[in-house]
C-alpha cells in the first residue's frame, strides 16, 4: 500500500517505481474496504506521473498525467487540468494575463505556459462563446465578451516560481456539492 486514507483535494509527494513496468492500481474505500477501482497502469522508466482518483458521474476512475520538469530559467511552467465530471468545457484566467486556457474540456488538460514569476490570482468560468482573447473582459464574479456575462465559479490565489512547475486542478461540480474549486499545486519534481 502506498497511499492510505487520501482525503479529497488532497496530494502526495511522488513515489519512486523502478523501471518500466505495468503496474495494478487498486483504489478501495479506506472506511469498508470495498475495492472501487483496478487497473494496470504502464509506467515508462525515467518519467514522472500524477495519477488523479475522479469521480467520472458512473463511477471511480483514475486520469493519469505525465509531468514534466520546467526548463525556463526566468518563468515558471503553469498548466490546467479540469477534473469535473460535469461542468463541461471552462475557461481559465490568472491576473496579469488575462484568459490562459479556453475551452478545456472534462477530464482534459492543457500544455505548459511559461508565467512570471509572482503572486497570481487565477479564476474558473464556463468556457465562454468568444475565441478572440482581446474582446474578454474579466471582473471580481464575472467573464464577459459578445454581450454574454458569465459568472466565475471560483478563485484562488497562489505563488509561482521561476524553474518550477504548476497545475491548476478544476475539481468538484460545476453548481452541485462539492463546489467546482481551483486547486494549485506545484509540482515537487526534481530530475
Do not use: H, K, W
Not at 79 to 104: E, H, K, M, T
Not at 163 to 175: D, E, K, N, P, R
Amino acid at each position: 500500500m502506498v497511499i492510505r486514507n487520501m482525503q479529497y483535494g488532497n496530494s502526495t509527494p511522488y513515489y519512486v517505481d523502478r523501471g518500466s513496468q505495468s503496474t495494478l492500481v487498486t483504489v478501495t474505500n479506506a472506511q469498508t474496504g470495498q475495492t472501487l477501482y483496478r487497473r494496470y497502469i504502464n509506467f515508462a522508466n525515467q518519467t514522472a506521473y500524477t495519477v488523479s482518483i475522479i469521480n467520472d458521474g458512473s463511477g471511480i476512475s483514475l486520469f493519469t498525467l505525465t509531468d514534466m520538469p520546467c526548463n525556463y530559467r526566468n518563468s515558471g511552467c503553469l498548466r490546467a487540468v479540469n477534473l469535473s465530471s460535469n461542468s463541461g468545457p471552462v475557461d481559465i484566467f490568472l491576473s496579469g494575463y488575462g484568459r490562459i486556457f479556453q475551452r478545456v474540456g472534462r477530464f482534459d488538460s492543457t500544455g505548459y505556459l511559461s508565467i512570471n514569476q509572482g503572486t497570481y490570482r487565477a479564476s474558473v468560468s464556463e468556457a465562454l462563446p468568444c475565441t478572440s482573447n482581446s474582446s474578454v473582459i474579466v471582473a471580481n464574479d464575472y467573464a464577459e465578451c459578445n454581450n454574454t456575462r458569465i459568472a466565475i465559479m471560483d478563485t484562488t490565489t497562489f505563488n509561482l516560481m521561476n524553474t518550477v512547475s504548476y497545475t491548476l486542478y478544476i475539481i468538484g461540480m460545476a453548481y452541485q456539492f462539492p463546489a467546482l474549486q481551483i486547486l494549485p499545486l506545484e509540482s515537487d519534481l526534481v530530475y
